[in-house]
């Protein structure tokens, strides 16, 4: 069960440690509630954060279908994408943040022409992670860009373990953005947000921060 004024006391913290390190930067908080209820996503509105993260196809569909007509949530899907997922998502995703293929490009700008996206990069070089390697990106950024889609930046996840080692990958991942001219640097979860931001994070991705353990799956 999530407790709205936890919820509430959590985001304030969140806040207050986002706003020590990022100095005056703008910094857009992402509620990622995989693993838990819409009682969550609801508990995100109200606090004021409009961007909710969901990782599977099926319980972001299951959630947004939930949601009152009024509850104005931004739905942004962070997980590793299917192909075949693609359609039925298109109608409710505003960003798509692990595109990291050209044949998700592709699909997308089919399905939902023009939409927002990031290139999701690989930072840990586990390959279950998802993301393509950064040598392969201003490729990918420039595909996505004929295909009429609007790549607003990148997006990685750092490798599990000490935060500190996902410094460098945050760091790299910051130069290529700077290089490519995209705004948006999706970096940073609960674990390693105050490297992330240290590193130019523009957008952090935070469930634990904000609702506690997540349930076992
Ligand atoms: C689960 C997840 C998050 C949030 O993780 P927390 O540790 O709960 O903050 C952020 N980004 C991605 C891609 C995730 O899968």
Not at 75 to 87: A, E
Not at 137 to 158: D, T
Not at 193 to 206: F, H, K, N, P, W
Request: hydrophobic letters at 45%.
């Amino acid at each position: 069960m999530i407790d709205p004024a936890l919820v509430e006391e959590r985001v304030t913290a969140l806040r207050d440690r986002i706003d020590r390190i990022a100095d005056g930067r703008n910094v857009t908080i992402v509620a990622v509630t995989k693993g838990f209820g819409l009682d969550a996503v609801l508990a995100a509105l109200r606090c004021g954060l409009s961007c909710v993260g969901e990782n599977y196809a099926q319980e972001l569909l299951a959630k947004a279908g939930a949601l009152p007509a009024d509850a104005a949530a931004e739905w942004h899907f962070l997980g590793r994408l299917q192909r075949n997922k693609v359609r039925s998502l298109a109608p409710v995703i505003d960003l798509w943040q692990s595109v990291d293929r050209a044949e998700l490009i592709d699909e997308i700008a089919r399905r939902a022409p023009g939409a927002r996206i990031l290139v999701q990069a690989n930072l840990s070089g586990e390959s279950q992670k998802g993301g393509a390697a950064l040598a392969e990106i201003p490729a990918l950024v420039e595909r996505a860009g004929e295909a009429g889609l609007l790549v607003e930046g990148l997006m990685g996840v750092g490798p599990e373990g000490v935060p500190e080692q996902a410094r460098s990958g945050f760091r790299a991942l910051v130069a290529l953005a700077d290089q490519l001219a995209l705004p948006c640097r999706s970096i940073g979860m609960t674990a390693d947000l105050e490297v992330a931001l240290q590193e130019g994070s523009t957008m952090i991705r935070v469930g634990g921060a904000l609702f506690g353990p997540r349930p076992a799956r």
